[in-house]
């Protein structure tokens, strides 16, 4: 028996032969983030603010306004950690996996755990994490076309050629067929792909269509603010006639006007998205799925392993007259012996096969090559076209050879030469037992007298002997997530390559209509136009072998469907990258299906992806509101700079500090509380959202801007209020900016849910929220009260009561906006 390296020996060769990788791209350090935030325009119109105020001697303001800039560039350095943090932890995920011998035992690791001399095992559609000497093989086959460039595939053995290196494999290459166990020769720099370069770094990954739209939107508004900010400079130079005051009003006016959180929102949002997805075992592979999640409307799901749990286990064993089920077994061995013993036959050798397992497991016993009781001459493998496989085996006692098959009960059935009467006989007991949900495989026995054998399995004079029923229990959480997405306006389809009867049954057990069900052989003898139309109705496909998933969701397409799709095999990776959101299985998945899929199930389990579709479209949600309150806010600010550059008599309101005050309480809010937040009641209850409508489309603009106009208002009321009082200059701008502080307060909270009042949403407990709201309180209260910082902000307390209006009139606009959202959910129900 293959131990391999030990845990021990692994730990000490990956210190001295360091991860199986490439090198990658070095962290950014402090100081480049640094510079690249400072690279920002808003940043560079604060800097230059500064500046201004230094040179004009007003030093305390100068400084005060660069401390706030390293508060701002903190806050961003913090995000991007964050981010990194996220985005660290999924690519270890991501990382492709390797099956090894450590320690006796079979394991995956992460590819970049393994070391030389290590033992790997290699199975259909694996990518190869190392480069490796073949110590054993069947049937192996490798695509190197990665390395070499050559489409043809490569046939691999282990007596190698000096030429064309035959007993090695390379890191990267694709396992096409077959399977082997290789013993690791070298790795990351070291290995064939290794040595080429590092080209892979200089990869840039594509916008994602919203990336594209809000880099369309910010640039509009910067050419806005660009505007709007010289005509301020000049209407304030002829109004007031102080250019150097005329520029700084400018400055703030641009600052205001700049809405610098919008990538930044996106960046986090998109990250922490998908980190949050990874923590319910989906991955994302490509961030810009989670703009689709919301938006599917088939799911089209695997039924082995997704919808049941795949623990395979020998429920019915049927011997040609009788059926026996699991209690009867170990009465009737002499009975189903020879069944039993010819289905492990013909299964592999150490299989990991669950199925392969199960039939182990009946009795206990291994009667097969396993206990080298045989020798396996020629295997007929499982083939796309065919679920059957032969073995044919000479015992070693007695030099006979005899040929063992197992596969679909249609095919056995059609390769024994049984009578009519006998095949309806048989046929009868499959379906009794494919409608009790079994999962069905019929089991034949030949004798072989020529040692020259057949091409195909059918050649073989094969004797029925019975079928063996398995129960695959349905995952308890299944039902639930069937209603789920029926509420939610998504439609499942399950695809199975089971019997028919049992694929009805698996549906009715978990609550999916199966009024139309399609079978592969109906699919083959379809035409496009056919398809599309019969597919409307259909929620089953049976008997359906994986390139025909390609057929499927190309019909779904072009009934414009947005259409997820799982798989795990080789043959799924077409249907998997022409699916809208193609979902690879993580624990049976090859690496070729998780490489052409947007998602990753790394449990393998229908309820991950319900689970997904929930989280996009909260994610999506809190997106979208905080984009809204982005809007909204800047309305305000935006026209407190504005006013007194058209009305000379009027105070001066917000200045570069006041903004900046105002900024760091935007920023934290849209990039953590935001994103923090729960999702919509009914989130569930709603149709899936039509991908072609813009993320923030003009009717979403209109209303974010109309909620900032209601603040604007607010606060311009306050503002000629305090005037009217004869309130001074410092006095009106410091009741005025706590009008605009009590009213951004209660923007966050009312925008926090479109669904939900703002009480609900503060008993919540949104933590990000109650922490940033409690420490802008705290410092409006301190900006006011204490001397050294009114100073600061050119502000004069004019005694609490005076801020009465600012919260009187802060309240009413928070009930206007309620009533609003309260009279729209009400309508939408």
């Not at 597919?535 to 259409?563: H, S, W």
């Not at 802008?776 to 502000?795: D, E, H, K, R, T």
């Amino acid at each position: 028996m293959i131990r391999g390296l030990t845990t021990a020996e692994a730990k000490k060769k990956l210190k001295i032969f360091g991860r199986n990788e490439l090198p990658t791209v070095k962290p950014k350090s402090v100081w480049y983030i640094a510079l690249e935030v400072v690279k920002e325009p808003m940043f560079l119109l604060l800097i230059t603010s500064s500046m201004l105020y230094i040179i004009l001697g007003d030093h305390t303001e100068g400084v005060i306004l660069l401390i706030t800039i390293l508060i701002i560039i903190s806050i961003t350095f913090y995000q991007y950690q964050k981010t990194e943090k996220a985005l660290d932890a999924l690519k270890k995920l991501a990382s492709p996996r390797a099956l090894v011998i450590r320690d006796g035992t079979e394991t995956r690791i992460p590819g970049n755990q393994v070391v030389p001399d290590d033992i790997l095992i290699l199975h259909e559609g694996d990518r190869i994490a190392a480069d490796a000497e073949l110590q054993e093989t069947v049937n192996l086959v490798v695509d190197e076309s990665m390395l070499t460039g050559e489409s043809i595939p490569v046939t691999k053995s282990v007596v190698g050629d000096e030429k064309n290196a035959s007993n090695l494999v390379f890191s990267g290459t694709l396992v096409v067929q077959g399977t082997a166990l290789v013993k690791v020769i070298a790795t990351g720099t070291s290995t064939q792909f290794g040595k080429i370069g590092t080209s892979l770094q200089e990869i840039v990954k594509d916008k994602t269509r919203l990336q594209l739209e809000m880099k369309v939107l910010v640039k509009r508004l910067f050419i806005i603010g660009v505007l709007l900010c010289i005509g301020v400079v000049l209407a304030f130079y002829f109004t007031r006639g102080n250019l150097v005051q005329s520029t700084l009003n400018g400055l703030s006016t641009a600052i205001a006007i700049l809405p610098e959180e919008f990538p930044m929102v996106l960046t986090v949002f998109l990250a922490m998205g998908a980190w949050r997805l990874s923590k319910k075992n989906v991955l994302t592979r490509n961030p810009s799925v989670i703009e689709t999640l919301g938006s599917a409307t088939v799911l089209c799901t695997d039924k082995t392993g997704t919808i049941t749990q795949n623990k395979m286990e020998v429920t019915a064993l049927y011997n040609g007259e009788k059926t026996f089920v699991k209690k009867d077994f170990y009465k009737n061995q002499k009975q189903l012996f020879g069944l039993i013993s010819t289905a492990q036959l013909a299964s592999q050798k150490d299989s990991i096969d669950p199925m392969e397992t199960a039939i182990d497991n009946v009795f206990g016993l291994n009667v097969t090559q396993k206990e080298n009781g045989y020798k396996l001459l020629k295997e007929y493998p499982l083939s796309k076209e065919l679920f059957t496989m032969t073995h044919v085996l000479e015992k070693i006692e007695d030099q006979s050879i005899s040929a063992s098959i197992k596969g679909s009960p249609e095919a056995v059935l059609g390769f024994c030469k049984l009578t009519k009467t006998a095949t309806e006989k048989h046929l009868l007991v499959l379906n009794k037992m494919a409608e009790k949900g079994f999962r069905v495989i019929a089991v034949a026995t030949a004798s072989v007298k020529d040692k020259v054998l057949p091409k195909k399995q059918g050649d073989f004079n094969f004797n029925f002997l019975g079928f063996i029923g398995f129960e695959d229990p349905i995952r308890p959480e299944v039902p639930q997530a069937i209603k789920e997405c029926n509420h939610a306006g998504i439609k499942v389809i399950m695809i199975t390559g089971d019997y028919p009867a049992t694929a009805k049954s698996i549906a009715g057990q978990i609550g999916l209509a199966s009024d139309v069900l399609i079978t592969g052989d109906e699919l083959k003898n379809m035409n496009a136009d056919e398809l599309q139309e019969k597919i409307t109705k259909a929620t089953i496909f049976a008997r359906v072998v994986p390139k025909q998933k390609l057929q499927i969701v190309n019909a779904l397409k072009a009934n414009n469907e947005i259409v997820a799709m799982t798989g795990d095999g080789v043959n799924d990776a077409p249907a998997l990258k022409a699916a809208h959101i193609g979902i690879a299985m993580g624990s049976k998945g090859t690496d070729v299906a998780r490489e052409a899929s947007s998602l990753v199930l790394l449990d393998d389990n229908f309820a991950s992806i319900v689970a997904a579709i929930r989280s996009g479209r909260r994610i999506f949600d809190n997106l979208q509101k905080a984009m809204s309150y982005i809007v909204a806010i800047h309305v305000p600010i935006i026209g407190l700079t504005l006013l007194p550059a058209f009305f000379a008599e009027l105070p001066i309101l917000l200045l570069p500090l006041h903004i900046v005050f105002m900024e760091l309480i935007i920023d934290p809010v849209c990039a953590i509380a935001f994103e923090y937040e729960q999702e919509e009641k009914g989130i569930m209850n709603r149709k899936p959202r039509d991908p072609n409508t813009k993320f923030f489309g003009q009717q979403k603009m209109i209303t974010s801007a109309l909620a900032g106009f209601l603040l604007f208002f607010m606060v311009v009321s306050v503002y000629f209020n305090a005037i009217y009082q004869g309130h001074s200059n410092q006095e009106v701008r410091a009741i005025t900016f706590a009008a605009l502080i009590i009213g951004n307060i209660f923007l966050i909270l009312t925008n926090l849910s479109k669904t939900r009042s703002f009480i609900a949403v503060f008993k919540e407990k949104n933590y990000a929220v109650i922490i940033i709201l409690s420490v802008a309180i705290i410092m409006l209260f301190l900006i006011i009260g204490v001397p050294y910082l009114q100073s600061l902000f050119n502000f004069h307390n004019p005694g609490f009561k005076h801020f009465i209006s600012s919260v009187a009139l802060a309240i009413v606009m928070l009930v206007i906006l309620e009533t609003l959202k309260y009279l729209k959910t009400r309508k939408q129900v």
